[in-house]
């Protein structure tokens, strides 16, 4: 039978592994080359999405607010772009935050 220290020490491991594997993860989804469509129309609409995505997770919690801004670079046709999403927050009861509005813009890189 394991200790409580033992225990602990195995979950404080686990959650740092988790941490590790997500910023790899994280990393991997990052980079344009894994980022390539067929078309620009597919190509903004889920660049757009991961966008909010990440928007939307950076506010996940008491007093969490995301960034003003998200980058995402990815590809069409050989062509690489960068998608850029800009936000504004607001929050309730002065604790949680939300994106209230966001614009995405796109440019040849």
């Known amino acids: 039978m394991k200790t409580l220290n033992e225990l602990k020490t195995q979950i404080a491991l686990a959650k740092k592994q988790l941490e590790d594997a997500e910023a790899e993860l994280f990393d991997f989804e990052s980079k344009a080359e894994n980022n390539v ?61 939300y994106l209230e509005e966001s614009e995405f813009t796109y440019e040849k890189v």
């Open 37 to 97: 469509f067929e078309s620009l129309d597919v190509a903004l609409r889920e660049v757009e999405e991961m966008l909010e995505q990440r928007a939307y997770q950076d506010c996940q919690g008491a007093y969490n607010v995301g960034c003003d801004e998200y980058r995402q670079e990815f590809i069409v046709d050989g062509v690489m772009y960068r998608g850029t999403l800009t936000c504004e927050y607001n929050r309730h009861d002065k604790t949680y935050y």
